[in-house]
């Protein structure tokens, strides 16, 4: 009965102290804990996800070298319009003192007139200032300005 009777009077402690202790107790709130951060994980690299981007870079480079294809014959076409003989970018220029070329293939003996090639225009004179601008064994006569074969064509 001894232990009824302390069980007891405990009970009647501890109903009368505990709003007096709750009253004094220091309340402690748990800390926050942050909430995890994502991490940020690398999507798994397997053949299969890679290989479609290298295969559309190869077909992106593929349709680029068509077309410049493509262009490069146009541009070829074009040059090869413009330097045929009688096309627009026909360049005359002297391959030799004596002969008169363009880069369409025509040639021109200049020597056969008695003239040498004009280095400026590419063409043969048709005229000499003197004697250097005629071909060789041809004699520049002052009149008339022109090249002859002897002294004795050169006449007034």
Do not use: F
């Amino acid at each position: 009965m001894k232990r009824l009777l302390a069980g007891a009077c405990l009970l009647v402690l501890g109903s009368l102290l505990a709003p007096a202790l709750a009253q004094t107790a220091i309340r402690v709130r748990p800390a926050a804990v942050p909430a995890p951060t994502p991490v940020a994980t690398a999507a798994p690299a397997d053949a299969a996800t890679i290989q479609p981007d290298y295969r559309a870079e190869l077909e992106k480079a593929r349709a680029k070298n068509r077309q410049l294809r493509s262009e490069n014959e146009s541009l070829r076409a074009q040059l090869a319009q413009w330097t045929i003989k009688g096309g627009s970018l026909v360049h005359a220029y002297c391959e030799t003192a004596t002969l008169s070329a363009s880069t369409a293939g025509a040639r021109n003996d200049c020597a056969a007139t008695g003239y040498t090639c004009e280095p400026v225009s590419g063409l043969c004179r048709t005229s000499a200032t003197d004697g250097s601008q005629c071909a060789v064994g041809r004699t520049w006569c002052v009149y008339g300005n022109r090249c002859v074969a002897s002294a004795g064509e050169c006449k007034p």
